[in-house]
């Protein structure tokens, strides 16, 4: 029985592993059918055929695999035509493919940037259509990856929108932006297509016109969601925020709407928009997001895409329709099994007879495991479709993981280079640091003994106000005490007229109560008699008498008490008086004695004050003296280092010298500033004459920035026309003149007060004036175009390094080929000391556009880009010409290094291409720096760069001639079999040789002078002006010999905008 069913178990299994194979391979040959015949060259548009086929592939193996697999084959960087159906193809994938589509596309996203930006540097219609469709799709891929709970297709409800916003205000306001940014990249899309029509002989009836208008239906579904998101996000911003906030959100969105409106009804009024899609109407005017129930009028635009009633035609035999819903049908199997399974059982088994017997019984139970196999197979199928998911998957992540180790090794080796380049940068600044420490100490011995001397002369200056005002508390505590005696006498006079008036009230007062006294005691008397006879007279007749008189006898006693008191007291007031008599005669005398001794006091201090007064006097004359001694020796100085730059005017080597007009002009400029702070000083010395200080600061900046500016005027009058380099050189001769006459009457005191700096300054307002107008004039291009022009120009220049490179690898790899031995090592050798400066040349490239854009965005302030580029139009024309420079070095170098591989070319002209090449990294250098920071890292990390160019055209040199060196063959000068005429002979001729050789020699420099000066022409630089950086002066008076070695030009003579540098081409002579 085991053996009975194992039999068609076998068979089932074999069956199905061959029925998956032939699924998978039919799935994947229809898959590249559809893929293939959607996206081709052919400038027409995809068919929705083909598009459904490849969505419902999305759905089947749950993914986009298949898909990328066949579309990252496809050339799309040939094809602008490839590469927009493609976009386009994608587009309907990510918006109607399956959910995971979306994780997949995402492994590709380095991918379409890298194309959209192919295709935006190349002048091409499909081609800019390319870069902005790449654009929109990166934009909506990472919109929905940030947000997933919306899908591609923006079918969301208004709860999942409210849902993805959140409740936090700062989410709301992010995703808003985040939306404008969505619906700019689709309506500038829609704009570019829609301009091209109507630009281009094709309508929308020709396939060439479809083929561009068909991803504009995508395009409006898109807007259409997008523009309800908008609305529906910016009611609930308004709601939270006050409208001043968000008036800039209003403004964008009012721009989109008249544009989406305006994209609306052009494609309405389409023929081939008619038939495919139903394009909704926006109300005439924006919502008032100001008015909450603005928001009860809006009506969600709805675009309907009508059914196709029509089967669509058969392009092909090999297009078999494929159901939209896939059905998978047990039974159907089963029934095309049975007959084999029964086929095989009557070969093992034998046919049945017509009886019943346990065969029939074996057969029902063989179904019924058949059946149970079934399932199983089934089971097992589902299993390993999830088990392919699986593996999938977790090769698309390592996949992601092998690509970040590679772009992680990449890093490390960037960063690698840059720790050696800043390694090689820090020792040169430790050999730096050494030599300025060294000069530091010595700058501050002579810092120290200056403060030394200013530090004594504060001290004696400190003295003098000391003793100065120590006198002064000194006079001040005489006149006080004297004033403090005087006032003592005084009180000592009126207190013994006071004490005398006291004694004489006294004494006055006494005898009045003694009379009183006396008069009350006789009063007293007689009311005693009176009373003593009434008390006889009625002493009878009152009984209480005695009671009066025991009251009267009280009285008395009291009264000849206070008698007594009186006596004492006035007792007391005469002792009192007499000890105040004898206080005041002591006071006196002790006053009398004061007053002497202060009177003789006060005659020593007045001496001594007058003593003092003279010494004042005479320190004060020293005190003027050394500071009129200090300025003398100032103005010394600054006449020796005025003389010493006029003796530059007439020294021959200064001659060679040369300034730009724009240096000339920064140093006129902080000279005439010097002149009114040496003015104001002048006048603070005239009014207080203790105090040279101001003067004596502004002097010592007056004299280096005036010699500064006659010395820079006569090195740019080396450079400047005939006519104003006399006037520039005789105005610095004046300007000189006028300053060592200033400096004269600041010498003596006779005309200290007359000397005025005015005609200095009238004659440094000229040299500036001079310096203006020898400024080069701006050339022949629209300001507002430099900004463009800076770009194209660095990415030219990218693209010339990277071509550079490419041809050295080709070249590198034909040479192995074809050659062996020295002369495959020489090759070598050449090329990689090539590759090396390329790539040197690139990093600087790269760290002068990082450098750039912080100069633009530290720069700039509130204004545009282009709006800073036209501004500073001149910095942004010598940044073009040294861009356009390097990029043309890079291209003679690779075709002289074809030329020396290839034994055609000559070693010199890889020499001469290596000293050009670093020419011109230096005039990029100098023309990105002119501007930068100095505490810039960026502007650090070029510089570093500009030193590896120069170290690896340096090695290029070297390898050029150790090359040659090795390669050339020297000839053995054997000349013992040669006679005494033979020696002669053979003499004469080298001589001759000689001769020949010299003469071409001057007869090439000559035509090297011709062509630099018409390469100046072509520059825009006048004939007569010097050109310093090749050691030659076009002077028809003074003839110099021309230098053979190549120099690079100096920066003032950059070539011109519009064109390639203008550089001599490399001829040589043959000899004679």
Not at 1010 to 1028: C, I, M, N, T, W
Request: a negative charge; charged letters at 30%; glycine letters at 4%.
């Amino acid at each position: 029985m085991n053996s009975i069913r194992q039999v068609p178990s076998r068979v089932k299994t074999r069956r199905t592993e061959a029925n998956l194979g032939a699924e998978r391979e039919h799935f994947d040959k229809q898959q590249l059918s559809s893929i293939s015949k959607a996206i081709n060259s052919t400038e027409t548009p995809v068919k929705e055929k083909h598009a459904r086929r490849i969505i419902l592939g999305t759905h089947r193996e749950k993914g986009a695999y298949t898909f990328w697999s066949y579309a990252l084959g496809f050339p799309l960087a040939s094809s602008s035509i490839l590469s927009w159906k493609f976009c386009h193809v994608l587009h309907k994938v990510l918006r109607d493919g399956h959910r995971n589509v979306l994780q997949d596309c995402m492994r590709h996203h380095s991918s379409l940037v890298e194309i959209g930006k192919l295709w935006a540097h190349l002048h091409d219609k499909y081609g800019q259509l390319v870069a902005l469709y790449t654009k929109l799709l990166c934009t909506k891929m990472e919109f929905h990856v940030k947000h997933m709970e919306i899908p591609p297709n923006l079918e969301a409800t208004d709860e999942v929108l409210e849902r993805t916003a959140g409740t936090d205000i700062n989410n709301v306001f992010q995703l808003t932006v985040e939306v404008f940014d969505y619906m700019d990249t689709e309506l500038r899309l829609a704009e570019t297509v829609l301009r091209q029509l109507n630009t281009s002989i094709a309508i929308s009836t020709l396939t060439s016109g479809q083929c561009r208008l068909a991803p504009l239906i995508q395009v409006i579904q898109d807007c259409s969601h997008l523009y309800h998101f908008t609305v529906k996000l910016l009611f609930k911003l308004h709601a939270c925020l006050p409208a001043d906030t968000l008036q800039g959100h209003r403004d964008r969105f009012h721009d989109q709407f008249h544009s989406l409106k305006t994209f609306f009804n052009k494609a309405r009024d389409m023929l081939y928009f008619k038939r495919l899609i139903q394009i909704p109407k926006l109300p005439d005017s924006p919502p008032n997001f100001l008015h909450a129930a603005s928001l009860a009028k809006h009506v969600k635009p709805v675009v309907v895409i009508p059914d196709e009633d029509e089967p669509e035609q058969q392009d092909d035999d090999d297009d078999d329709p494929e159901p939209l819903i896939e059905v998978s049908d047990v039974s159907t199997p089963s029934i095309q099994a049975q007959p084999q399974q029964m086929d095989i059982f009557d070969q093992t088994f034998g046919p049945p007879n017509g009886g019943f017997d346990d065969r029939d019984l074996q057969i029902e139970s063989l179904k019924r495991d058949l059946e149970l196999l079934r399932a199983e197979l089934e089971r097992v199928k589902a299993e390993a479709q999830r088990y392919i998911t699986q593996l999938k998957s977790q090769i698309n992540s390592l996949e992601a993981e092998l690509e970040e180790q590679r772009a992680q090794k990449q890093r490390a080796l960037v960063e690698n280079e840059q720790l050696r380049m800043e390694l090689e940068a820090m020792r040169r600044r430790n050999a730096e640091y050494d030599s300025l420490q060294t000069t530091f100490i010595e700058a501050e011995k002579r810092a120290q003994a200056t403060e030394q001397r200013y530090n004594k002369l504060k001290e004696k200056h400190t003295e003098l106000v000391t003793s100065h005002a120590e006198l002064l508390r000194k006079s001040a505590d005489t006149v006080k005490m004297l004033s403090a005696t005087q006032q003592t006498q005084d009180e000592v006079e009126r207190t013994k007229q006071q004490l005398s008036f006291e004694v004489d009230r006294i004494k006055q007062e006494a005898d009045m109560k003694l009379e009183e006294q006396k008069f009350e005691m006789e009063k007293l008397r007689r009311e005693l008699e009176e009373k003593l006879a009434e008390i006889s007279r009625i002493k009878a007749t009152l009984q209480s008498s005695e009671q009066t008189s025991v009251q009267m006898n009280s009285s008395m006693t009291a009264l000849q008490a206070e008698k007594e008191r009186l006596m004492r007291s006035v007792s007391e007031k005469e002792a009192e008086l007499s000890s105040l008599r004898q206080a005041a005669q002591v006071q006196q005398s002790s006053l009398q004695q004061e007053r002497e001794r202060n009177s003789r006091e006060l005659g020593e201090l007045q001496g001594k004050l007058q003593d003092k007064a003279s010494q004042e006097e005479l320190l004060k004359q020293k005190l003027l003296e050394e500071q009129f001694a200090l300025l003398q020796g100032t103005v010394t100085e600054a006449e020796n280092i005025i003389q010493d730059a006029v003796a530059k005017l007439d020294d021959p080597l200064h001659i060679r010298c040369t300034s730009s007009p724009d240096y000339l002009v920064s140093r006129a400029e902080s000279t005439l500033t010097s002149i009114d702070k040496l003015k104001k000083g002048h006048a603070e010395y005239l009014t207080n004459m203790n105090d040279a200080g101001a003067l004596l600061r502004a002097l010592t900046q007056f004299s280096h920035l005036a010699a500064d500016t006659i010395v820079n005027g006569s090195a740019t009058a080396h450079m400047a026309p005939t006519d104003h380099a006399d006037k520039l050189t005789e105005n610095c001769r004046t300007c000189a003149t006028e300053s060592l006459q200033f400096l004269k009457d600041l010498k003596t005191k006779i005309t200290l007060q007359k000397a005025d700096p005015a005609f200095i300054r009238v004659i440094v307002q000229k040299i500036l004036h001079l310096g203006q107008e020898l400024r080069p004039k701006s050339m022949d291009i629209r300001q507002d175009e430099l900004g463009d022009l800076v770009d194209k120009e660095m990415a030219a220049t990218s693209a010339a390094i990277e071509e550079a490179v490419r041809r050295i690898d080709e070249m590198m790899n034909q040479a192995r080929k074809d050659t062996s031995g020295m002369k495959l090592e020489v090759n070598e050798r050449i090329l990689n000391s090539c590759t090396d400066l390329m790539k040197a040349i690139r990093m600087l490239v790269v760290a002068s556009t990082d450098l750039q854009k912080e100069i633009v965005e530290g720069g700039r302030g509130a204004a545009t880009i282009k709006e800073f580029y036209a501004r500073n139009s001149r910095w942004t024309e010598g940044l073009i010409s040294a861009a356009k420079a390097v990029g043309w070095g890079a291209t003679e170098m690779v075709e002289s290094a074809d030329k020396v591989v290839l034994h055609t070319g000559k070693y010199e002209e890889l020499i001469v291409c290596s000293h050009e090449i670093a020419a011109s990294t230096a005039q990029l250098v100098a023309a990105s720096k002119v501007k930068a920071d100095r505490n810039s890292k960026k502007l650090s990390t070029l510089q570093q760069a500009s030193r590896l160019v120069n170290e690896m055209a340096a090695n290029v040199v070297a390898s050029t001639k150790t090359g040659q060196e090795h390669l050339e063959e020297k000839d053995t000068m054997d000349f013992s079999g040669m006679s005494l005429i033979k020696l002669k002979k053979e003499e004469m001729e080298s001589q001759v040789k000689v001769l020949e050789l010299e003469s071409q020699l001057e007869n090439e420099r000559l035509r090297l002078g011709e062509l630099r000066k018409k390469h100046y022409v072509l520059a825009g630089v006048p004939l007569d002006q010097v050109s310093e950086g090749n050691g030659e002066t076009f002077s028809t008076t003074h003839p110099v010999s021309m230098s053979p070695k190549p120099t690079k030009p100096t920066l003032m003579k950059k070539p011109a905008l519009a064109q390639k540098p203008n550089i001599p081409p490399k001829t040589m002579v043959s000899p004679r």
